[in-house]
């Protein structure tokens, strides 16, 4: 059974940092692409990171290009997101996703086939 359990969500402080990790059981993260999104509260879900195996291409969006990491973890099978420099517009629910296609497109959640459970963010003094 194909399953992704995300961790490592909160509170944390504008300008503090955060790691995100999501485990992966059931199949291998390391030959499949790995995104990011998050959705705030009335906003549609958006692509925030992701890499995809297929090329070694990463994509970060605009407004978190040089403050987040993507990263894997092949022997814990796990996908990582270090998020520093956080920005109160950082807040929202965090999604981890991983797809069966070669070259997803990591700005629409819709090409994605398998979704972590979610896990709220929220940065703020």
């Known amino acids: 059974q194909v399953q992704l359990v995300e961790s490592g969500g909160g509170l944390a402080q504008p300008g503090g940092s955060l790691t995100l990790s999501c485990a992966a059981s059931?199949?291998?993260?390391?030959?499949?692409?790995i995104g990011w999104f998050r959705q705030a509260p009335g906003k549609e879900r958006e692509g925030v990171a992701c890499n995809i195996e297929y090329d070694g291409s990463t994509y970060y969006s605009d407004r978190v290009e040089g403050r987040f990491t993507i990263f894997r973890d092949n022997e814990n099978n796990t996908m990582n997101l270090e998020m520093t420099s956080l920005l109160p517009d950082d807040t929202a629910d965090y999604y981890c996703?991983?797809?069966?296609?070669?070259?997803?497109?990591?700005?629409?959640?819709?090409?994605?086939?398998?979704w972590g459970q979610g896990m709220q963010v929220t940065v703020s003094s």
């Open positions: 059931g199949f291998s993260l390391k030959y499949y692409a």
């Open positions: 996703a991983t797809s069966l296609t070669e070259r997803p497109d990591c700005t629409n959640h819709r090409g994605w086939d398998f």
